[in-house]
């Protein structure tokens, strides 16, 4: 236990080289080593390691030019291509189960995939029916 005479210290640092800022983030990232090792193998904080990660993300997200509006604009694009995929193949299934007759979602998929269809088998009839 410290003395009312003793002063708490900081402890002092030595400075890192920016190789070596890039080289431990790079481990940490790809999961060689985990920030506590680090921190005692470098002797550096875990804050200071923490810094370093979202300072060289911010470096690699300016590097590939694309912000976070850009990135939630290509996920919804995706995100609409593959609602039109999945639309067309359950339009294909339900036809396929008309010309047949047999149900093979309800066997092979999951229940809202399979009602899904069933409401799409429905749609047709009525449309066929009607003309």
Known sequence: ?????????????QKVTL??????????LNGQVSTNFASKKYDVPRTTISYWIRKYSTLVQQNTGMSKLDEIKKLK???????????????????????????MSKKSL???????????????LKESGSM
């Open 1 to 13: 236990m410290k003395t009312q005479n003793e002063h708490w210290r900081k402890k002092s640092y």
């Open 19 to 28: 190789e070596t800022k890039l080289f431990v983030v790079d481990q940490i």
């Open 77 to 103: 694009e995706r995100i609409e291509e593959l609602e039109f995929q999945k639309d067309f193949q359950q339009d294909i299934i339900a036809d396929m189960e008309l010309i047949t007759g047999v149900d």
């Open 110 to 124: 999951p229940k809202t995939l399979a009602k899904e269809i069933e409401l799409k088998k429905k749609n047709r």
